[in-house]
């Protein structure tokens, strides 16, 4: 890029909404702030402006001067939130019947009119889906519009929040001082953003040069809150086909959008598995240049770009069992899916996606019960740890996209030196604590199941969790009751599964810390055999807890066999 081309320059943040027309791209990410950093910002301001420091860096702003405004490619989020905050001092103006005031901070940092047309011209305007809410909800004037502006997506809700908070800072800073005072306090505030509180601006000629520099600019590798790195890096290369680009990046994140409570991290994960789907094991901090080092030509952006549009929807459905998708495949793999989320096993996501792809339809419900059989068999004996782990199912994946590995049967006999066989399955078992609830729920409900002669055991609906609880029969915090028993022996057995019941919620709340006899009938009375068989022995202690688990390991083996 020639050096004529780019213009670096240093001004205060405010002074850059003053000077420019600037505008977010359609391709960039709404406002994406929480809380969190919505507050830092302020109050390193806030800081910053108690210390009298000379000045206050902000970082950089990236930005390319197209058809008369300027797009902004990096800052939009700080640029954003200052607009935010100046508006909450103009709308504390006019609260304040200090029209003059707010006159000149909306004239000069939020939006003036055109001498010709006298229509609105935003100093920010943020991206399509942000910019009418945020126009109304921050930039209007009018209290009343303000008000009845109404947040329709996640987005907007967080636009919202910034107001509030702004509005509140802004409370916070005039408190202090007499109600005389108070405007003026207000205005340093705002000199302060003008002449101190300073960023790097960085402009250059066109989009693509504007990528290059934002790529440039942020640390190597594809962290959670910067999957813009990716993005940009294809835009960059898109060339003439960028609309097809931002087309396809637009169907990825509309389809991950669909997953409940879905944040930047979905997207790294997202990219990452679906590479190591078909490319092999990849680690988080080697992906982004990985993708460099392999996508380098316009064509073969558009085609990662049309990929990643493709397979969002199979992603997405991994992490909702209520997705269309299982639609043909039966009741069964619904019910599989919702079982690996509950488990959190994140490394099988590469080799789901590709077995979705590539295996037949009639395999599909079969591929997820073997799934759900393996986590239980490597959550139970901690086998390979979670990184080794993903290694094996990112090779087995890329395997299976290519086409080495074309159905379950083979999948199996690839994995069959990984997965823990029966007889460690089984002494791992027989051995297990379980310190999370949620599991061992699961555990013990499937294995009722399975002594219930269900089919599918491993499979267990959560709908009725609050209705049935966990009781440890040699309690974590034993009564009287319960003599001779040291911290060693109680630490060492309360969580092991063979001393772990199902009851139902009332009566287990009967049963607190009571000692063994009085728990006993109650156990006895249990419409679950599995916990009546808990109530056999004349006592409890170690010796019982091993006995009954050893027995529930043999369980463990039918539950959740190898290969189902």
């Keep these: 890029m020639p050096s004529e081309r780019l213009e670096i320059g240093r001004q205060g943040i405010a002074k850059l909404l003053k000077d420019g027309n600037l505008c977010v791209p359609p391709n960039q990410r ?218 396809n990046w637009i169907a990825m994140t509309g389809a991950l959008d669909t997953v409940a409570d879905a944040d930047d991290e979905i997207v790294v994960d997202y990219v990452r598995h679906l590479w190591i789907s078909q490319n092999g094991p990849t680690r988080t901090r080697e992906l982004f240049d990985k993708i460099k080092q392999d996508i380098k030509s316009r064509q073969a952006a558009i085609d990662l770009s049309a990929q990643l549009a493709q397979n969002a929807i199979f992603y997405a459905a991994l992490l909702n069992p209520a997705h269309d998708l299982w639609n043909p495949y039966g009741p069964s793999a619904r019910k599989h899916i919702a079982t690996l989320q509950n488990l959190g096993m994140k490394q099988l996501r590469p080799v789901l996606l590709a077995g979705l792809k590539r295996f037949p339809e009639s395999e599909i419900s079969r591929f997820l019960l073997m799934l759900v059989c393996w986590a239980v068999r490597f959550l139970i004996t901690g086998g390979a740890g979670s990184g080794v782990l993903e290694g094996h199912y990112g090779r087995n994946a890329q395997q299976i996209h290519s086409g080495q590995i074309s159905n379950i049967a083979a999948l199996a006999s690839a994995m069959i030196t ?63 009751e319960w003599v001779g028993l040291d911290a060693d022996t109680l630490r060492a057995n309360s969580n092991r599964i063979g001393n772990l019941v199902l009851l139902q919620a009332s009566p287990n709340r009967l049963l607190a810390s009571t000692g063994y006899e009085t728990k006993r009938p109650i156990l006895q009375g249990s419409a679950f055999s599995l916990t009546r068989s808990a109530a056999s022995p004349s006592e409890w202690g170690p010796n019982e807890i091993a006995q009954r688990q050893a027995s529930l390991a043999d369980l463990a083996v039918q539950t959740w066999p190898f290969r189902p």
């Excluded at 409900?445 to 609050?466: C, F, H, I, M, T």
């Design 30 to 247: 709404e406002y994406s702030w929480r809380d969190e950093h919505i507050t830092d910002l302020y109050q390193d301001l806030a800081k910053a402006i108690a210390d009298d420091e000379p000045d206050y860096f902000l970082g950089s702003v990236v930005v390319a001067k197209t058809n008369g405004s300027l797009q902004v490619f990096d800052g939009q989020q700080r640029l954003a939130t200052t607009v935010i905050l100046l508006a909450a001092i103009r709308d504390y103006y006019l609260d304040n019947n200090d029209r003059d005031r707010a006159s000149i901070i909306e004239s000069d940092y939020l939006m003036s009119r055109n001498l010709g047309t006298l229509e609105p011209q935003q100093k920010l305007a943020l991206s399509k889906i942000d910019n009418d809410f945020y126009l109304k909800k921050v930039l209007d004037r009018d209290s009343a519009i303000r008000a009845g502006t109404i947040a329709a997506c996640e987005t907007h809700q967080r636009i919202e929040k910034a107001a509030e908070i702004a509005r509140r800072h802004v409370q916070a800073i005039v408190a202090p001082y007499p109600e005389n005072a108070r405007s003026q306090q207000l205005s340093e505030w705002v000199n302060f953003l003008v002449e101190r509180a300073m960023v790097i601006s960085v402009q250059v000629a066109d989009d693509k040069s504007a990528y290059v520099v934002f790529e440039t600019m942020n640390d190597r590798g594809l962290r959670p809150s910067a999957a813009d790195l990716l993005k940009n890096h294809l835009f960059g290369l898109a060339a003439n086909r960028l609309e097809e680009a931002e087309r």
């Design 418 to 480: 990984i997965v823990p066989p029966d007889q460690a399955f089984r002494s791992a078992f027989s051995t297990a604590r379980i310190s999370k609830a949620q599991l061992a729920r699961y555990y013990l409900r499937a294995l009722q199941l399975k002594a219930d002669g269900q089919e599918e055991p491993q499979y267990v609906p959560n709908d009725d969790a609050s209705d049935i609880n966990l009781e440890h029969i040699l309690p974590l915090s034993p009564s009287e």
